[in-house]
């Protein structure tokens, strides 16, 4: 199912007509939709996901009070996500690390090998 072609008048009758086989529909379509990941690490986080809101719709009832729920977790994944983005950004523009005088480093000499120095294997 591509998320272009979701008709939103027909998954809300259902719905209303019959929770269960909106359920069992619901279910089927994202399970569908996971499957067709083709990386197995995706695939297993996403699974993972899902569980956590289908657990999240169970403990609330009240579809509005899960909504809510789902979308502080939401908001919570990219908030913490943010906050590294911004923290390496903020160190990366720093005036101090601008300042940060980089000198270059002797280069030593090494002798060549000689093949038939033996002093190494004795």
Do not use: C
Not at 33 to 43: G, H, N, S, V
């Amino acid at each position: 199912m591509n998320d272009k072609n979701i008709n939103f008048q027909y998954w809300s009758d259902l719905a209303k007509k019959d929770p269960e086989a909106f359920e069992k529909k619901r279910k089927e379509v994202i399970d569908q939709y996971i499957a067709a990941i083709p990386d197995k690490e995706t695939q297993a986080r996403i699974n993972k996901l899902q569980w956590r809101i289908d657990m999240e719709r169970k403990k609330y009832k009240n579809p509005l009070d899960a909504a809510i729920r789902i979308y502080d977790m939401m908001w919570a994944s990219v908030s913490k996500h943010y906050d590294v983005l911004q923290s390496l950004t903020d160190v990366t523009s720093s005036e101090q690390h601008k300042k940060v005088k980089i000198e270059k480093a002797p280069i030593l000499p090494f002798k060549k090998s000689d093949p038939s120095d033996k002093q190494m294997g004795s």
